[in-house]
């Protein structure tokens, strides 16, 4: 007996309705994975960054992790920014957040959450350093302010890594993108924090 026999099903529904569309999509995706973009997104089920954006398999490369951090210690994401990078030469990196990012919420609250803790410290590290700013909105629009600045500072960690500045300076053409998406009504905003070079870098870091 098959676990999850709906999943199966769905499943089978879903490849036969692409093999509809495009008999040869699936002959042309085993040869060749060649997207233009990386998501950097929160993992989230109610964000599925293909559909969002209205893009196939194939056309997005993905790292998702609790409030879509870029920490400079995280292999995984490192191992994923590389091979975008230096395999894949993506031209996009698209860091995406969303409003009412529970990893967000918890980031703000006093109790103890485990082990989880430890990774939602970098956003309290920006929680304290734009207290004051945040402190003049009621919680709500607190928690969703903190998802747009956290956005923002995951944009100049993708900047600061070794990986992108040294694409950079050979002339490899990769622009960082700053998003965030409104679950309540399926749009995505622009944080124009946008970063092509060094020089970009340094004046969002100013912000």
Known sequence: ????????ENNRKWAFQISQNDPHFFAKLVRQQNPEYLWIGCSDSRVPANQIIG????????HRN???LVIHTDMNCLSVLQYAVEILK????IVCGHYGCGGV?????SQ??????NWLRHIRDIHQRRSVEL?????????????????IEQVKNVGSTTIVQEAWQRGQRVTVHGWIYAISDGLLK???????????LGKLEKR
């Open 135 to 151: 402190a003049r909105f009621p919680l709500e629009e607190r928690i969703n302010r903190l998802c747009e600045l956290n956005v």
């Open 55 to 62: 893009l196939l398999p194939g056309e997005l490369f993905v």
């Open 66 to 68: 609790v409030a879509n």
């Open 90 to 93: 993506i031209k996009h990196i």
């Open 105 to 109: 919420r918890a980031a703000m609250e």
């Open 1 to 8: 007996m098959k676990a999850l026999p709906l999943l199966f």
């Open 112 to 117: 103890p959450h485990g082990l989880i803790d």
């Open 190 to 200: 622009d944080m124009n924090a946008c970063i092509s070079s060094m020089a970009d």
